[in-house]
């Protein structure tokens, strides 16, 4: 029986003893922290070009749950050049690498560090500044129209100008040049040119400048030009050389003659009968239907005296 009671007794201990290692090795297993890991990670943008906000599309994990942190270094070219989860892009130039290496922890323990694919700096597209019209005034007249861009490339190419003309709201017109012949455009008063400028540097372009510019009214203008018009003393008649570049009615006046010479208000016919014998002058005010009007002068001459051979 003594023996009976000491076989239970070692039974006993042993039995308590293999329990507490497993309880021990149990709760040890639980409350173990692992390391959080990084499933994948890449640029965005894929392709940046100077002055992008480049930042990082992480995907991650941890066992436990565990509020992942990163730290994140940036590399240009293989040299640090910075820290953070996004940066702009400001001093790097086209053809350049870049890359990250991301480190994931979640305040317990540290996870391994994963580099991510690098990214190729991409061509910068030109920048207008400014863009104006030459000249800022248009008449039917006017023969040809310029259009002087302002602009520069961020990686330093040469600009190439590209210009867009459209007339009356239309369809283009098949000119692409910055300047534009008018006089085959036929312009009429009120006609609208619209102008999309562009700046490209070979492999992109810039961002749309638009200019508009309509056609002005025209004061009227000499046809031809009179050094100086003969006349008969007892019979004065003829047309002043005016006309009307938009094809405007004109109204006609005589600013200074001498009496007995009359013009007709609408076709500006000078008519009538002088005193004089000498050249004299007249002075005459053509008016549009807008209010523009010009002033001429004319020199009037007799007939020359025959001389004898």
């Not at 992109?204 to 100086?228: F, Q, R, W």
Request: hydrophobic share 35%; net charge negative.
């Amino acid at each position: 029986m003594k023996k009976f009671f000491e076989f239970l007794l070692v039974f006993l201990i042993t039995v308590y003893v293999n329990c507490g290692a497993e309880k021990k090795e149990d709760k040890t297993g639980e409350g173990a922290n692992t390391a959080p890991f990084i499933k994948s990670a890449e640029i965005v943008p894929a392709v940046p070009v100077l002055g992008s906000r480049i930042t990082l599309r992480v995907e991650a994990g941890d066992k436990e749950g565990d509020k992942i942190d990163y730290e994140v270094k940036w590399f240009l070219n293989g040299k640090e050049i910075g820290k953070g989860f996004e940066f702009y892009l400001e001093e790097a130039k086209r053809n350049d690498e870049i890359f990250a290496e991301i480190t994931p922890s979640d305040g317990k323990s540290t996870g391994e560090t994963v580099k991510t694919a690098p990214v190729v700096i991409g061509n910068t597209p030109p920048k207008i500044t400014g863009a104006r019209i030459s000249p800022d005034t248009i008449l039917t007249s006017t023969s040809d129209l310029t259009v002087i861009g302002e602009g520069f490339d961020p990686d330093g190419d040469s600009l190439k100008w590209l210009c867009y003309w459209t007339l009356d709201y239309k369809e283009r017109l098949p000119d692409s040049s910055t300047t534009i012949n008018l006089k085959q455009l036929k312009l009429k008063k009120g006609s609208h040119l619209t102008a999309e400028l562009y700046a490209s540097d070979g492999d992109t372009v810039s961002n749309l400048y638009l200019l508009e510019i309509d056609v002005v009214n025209g004061a009227p203008i000499l046809k031809e030009s009179a050094d100086s018009i003969p006349y008969t003393p007892g019979s004065i008649k003829f047309p002043v050389p005016i006309i009307d570049p938009d094809n405007d009615p004109l109204t006609f006046e005589l600013l200074e003659a001498p009496e007995g010479l009359v013009i007709d208000k609408k076709n500006g016919i000078v008519s009538g009968t002088v005193a004089e014998t000498t050249a004299f002058e007249i002075l005459v005010r053509a008016t549009d239907t807008e209010g523009a009007y010009l002033d001429a002068r004319f020199t009037l001459t007799p007939p020359q005296p025959a001389t004898n051979q």
